[in-house]
């Protein structure tokens, strides 16, 4: 199945300067119950976003006007927990593209990268500052160029190269879907069946 | 020439290709599915007119969202009833074995497929769900996917999968009276922090794992990702085997027999290398109990919980929103804390031996009053076993509601929820903020400290109680 591609992002950002964000907070439990992979953007961090009456908290960042953008800046160890595919459902749903971080859980960064959502590592004292940046002045663009593995910030020497898998990195700038990369070897695989 | 780990013999065995600059291509064993995360991966199917490659290799149970209560009844919610219904519709257009509510081998799927059979050492085995590390306590490579994985699972039976860096955690010596393996995995992640092992697969080793009991090997294991590890494994050994040969299907199996013959080359050679090594002692293992909103804010039951910039790296601004949540501040003690729930279950300790753990401690006391607890066994063999055994009537008994499986209060996407701000000692995985509901405040602890909890109303150091165990 072809997906939409992925070559170079550029756009304002939403920092949410947390360590340790775990799927239970992207997405809660109760939300989980849908069969289907759309709609989930709704109810992203809703417990954070949300009071116990449904109004917004008006602290928390996706309520505060001037923080918009397809860029999520986060804290370490982002996506931690539950394997569920739905929180990566649920960023993509409300419109992110992409999740900056000092470091990801696994099962997060194997979702993210199954559905064209590109987490992008940099270095913890380059985060910060980014943080920083966003944070004091909203409307901060940020560009990602896949391609050249380089994210940066127009206008001002911040820039850093990122880790991509070299495989993972042609799938997302071509949209293609590992699954069909494995249905093309099945006779690969019954060899291998064979063989043992 | 450098040996092997066991972790890489069993990678190595499951290799269908290396692809250049990218992942493995490994072959998986065993599937398991629910009905939460595996609903999408069948429409993705569907999509692609394809239908399930091996369906023998699946075997599915629905756990996360079913109710513990009247479960001869229809499920009254509509939205989980309905899913629960796509995952018996899927698997019974696919072929697949289906444990549905009910049925007498319905269960946790990682309570169940271990109990039924199907989780054998030296398998891959993988599930939409990221306790599946469980099942490392039977020398498996076990690991939690996401749903495009269980799609590409039930395609191709195959996995892309990065090969993940090893650790090898030693527990020497012994672990002391009233400590169990729920306090030892607390210990663990306690010290490693919540994300200390990302990136990296465990084996656990030393004295102290190997003297563990099945039952216990599994809560160890099944933890292992809230440390950030892939997951979690434990060479198999004579308990293993033991265990595993009282089960019906497996006793009179020619290929049972056979691993039984193979399983000393199932661990990892004397020189094989780790790339870390962490040795703990268990003799310093204490009752533990969460005070944080993620696993691996643990400490001594009767510790007092840590001043910023005392615990580490997490003692930042994250570290006071997770202390205001559960209404803690630094320096604070714990013990003698009023609770106001108890639940004993979950894949971590919903076993055999966590409910006659549980049920000997309480053993001539009754539950204190104010307290709700929620005794839920991990699977339909456990809640007959301990039927059998007595321990469902003697709980009863004490006070106790002793509930039918599933994995209920752990992840409350069902209606075992506890309240906004009421405190909950769990013998689950996750202290997550509103893992157990809207606002809930979760504490993690074993099952002996959880029964302590249970009779007195408060956080209370089972080594001072006279339990009996």
Redesign the interface.
């Known amino acids: ?1 072809k997906r939409e591609k992925f070559t170079i992002l550029e756009s304002t950002c939403v920092p949410l ?4 964000i ?1 799927t ?2 992207i997405i ?3 939300f ?6 759309e709609g989930f953007g709704e109810n992203l961090f809703r ?1 954070w976003r949300f009071d ?1 009456n449904g109004n917004p908290v008006p602290g928390f960042v996706l309520n505060r006007p001037e923080y918009r953008g397809e860029i999520l800046i986060t ?3 982002f996506g ?7 929180a ?1 459902w649920a960023i993509a749903d409300y419109g992110f593209r992409a999740v900056v971080s000092d ?1 990801f ?3 997060f960064m ?2 993210a990268l ?2 064209g959502l590109l987490p992008v590592v940099i270095h913890s004292g380059l985060l910060t500052q980014l943080t920083a940046l966003v944070t004091e002045k909203p409307g901060t663009r940020i560009r990602i160029d896949l391609d050249d593995q380089l994210l940066s910030v127009p206008g001002t020497g911040l820039r850093s190269g990122f880790p991509v ?4 990195k042609e799938c997302l700038m071509k949209g293609l879907d ?2 069909d ?3 093309a ?2 006779e ?2 019954e060899a ?2 064979r063989s043992r | 020439m450098s040996g092997k780990t066991l972790f890489d013999k069993i990678w190595d065995a499951h290799l269908v290709r290396s692809v250049p600059d990218g992942p493995d291509v490994l072959f998986i064993d065993r599937h398991y599915i629910h009905e939460v995360t595996s609903p999408q991966a069948f429409s993705g199917l569907r999509q692609r007119g394809i239908s399930v490659f091996r369906p023998e290799r699946t075997v599915a149970t629905a756990d996360h969202n079913i109710p513990t209560v009247n479960q001869h009844l229809p499920i009254a919610d509509p939205v989980s009833r309905s899913q629960v219904e796509t995952l018996e519709d899927n698997c019974h257009t696919a072929g697949i074995t289906y444990f549905g509510m009910g049925d007498p081998r319905n269960g946790i799927v990682h309570v169940t497929c271990p109990e039924q059979g199907y989780t054998l050492p030296g398998m891959t085995i993988v599930c939409g769900d990221s306790h599946t590390s469980t099942h490392g306590a039977f020398g498996t490579i076990a690991f939690g996917i996401g749903t495009s994985e269980v799609e590409m699972v039930l395609a191709t039976q195959c996995l892309l999968q990065t090969r993940p860096l090893k650790m090898r955690i030693n527990v020497e010596g012994a672990l002391r009276e009233g400590v169990t393996s729920k306090d030892l995995i607390l210990y663990i992640i306690a010290s490693l922090t919540t994300g200390g092992a990302t990136g990296f697969f465990v084996e656990y080793a030393g004295k102290a794992i190997r003297s563990l009991s099945m039952e216990s090997r599994m809560t160890v294991c099944n933890m292992s990702i809230e440390m950030g590890a892939r997951g979690g494994l434990i060479a198999p050994d004579e308990i293993t085997f033991s265990w595993l040969s009282q089960i019906p299907a497996l006793s009179d199996n020619p290929a049972f027999e056979r691993l039984v013959d193979n399983w000393p080359s199932l661990r990892s050679d004397t020189n094989a290398p780790f790339d870390s090594e962490v040795t703990f002692d268990a003799q310093l293992v204490p009752p533990m109990i969460t005070y944080g909103t993620n696993p691996g804010m643990g400490m001594a039951v009767d510790g007092i919980i840590p001043l910023p910039g005392e615990a580490g790296p997490s003692a930042n601004g994250s570290y006071l929103k997770s202390l205001e949540y559960m209404g803690f501040k630094p320096g604070m003690k714990l013990l003698g804390h009023p609770v106001d729930y108890i639940f004993l279950g979950s894949c971590t300790n919903g076993r055999i031996e966590d409910l006659r753990l549980f049920a000997a401690a309480v053993a001539g006391r009754k539950k204190a009053a104010g307290v709700t607890a929620l005794i839920v066994p991990g699977s339909q063999q456990v809640a007959r076993q301990a039927e059998r055994e007595g321990l469902t009537h003697a709980l009863r008994l004490a006070g106790f509601e002793v509930r039918q499986p599933g994995c209920s209060s752990c992840l409350a996407m069902n209606d075992d929820k506890i309240p906004a701000g009421k405190y909950a000692v769990s013998t689950s995985n996750r202290n997550f903020e509103g893992r157990q509901g809207p606002g809930a405040r979760t504490l993690l602890a074993g099952p002996l400290t959880a029964a302590a909890a249970a009779v007195t109303g408060r956080i209370t150091d089972p080594r001072e109680m006279n339990l009996r165990w």
């Open positions: 199945m300067p947390l360590e340790n775990d239970d907070q809660p439990a109760r989980l119950s849908s069969t289907e992979r417990d116990g804290g370490s160890n931690c927990g539950s394997s569920r595919e739905h990566v470091s859980a696994d099962i194997n979702n199954n559905n898998n070299g495989f993972r590992s699954i990369y494995l249905l070897m099945k690969e695989i291998y069946e």
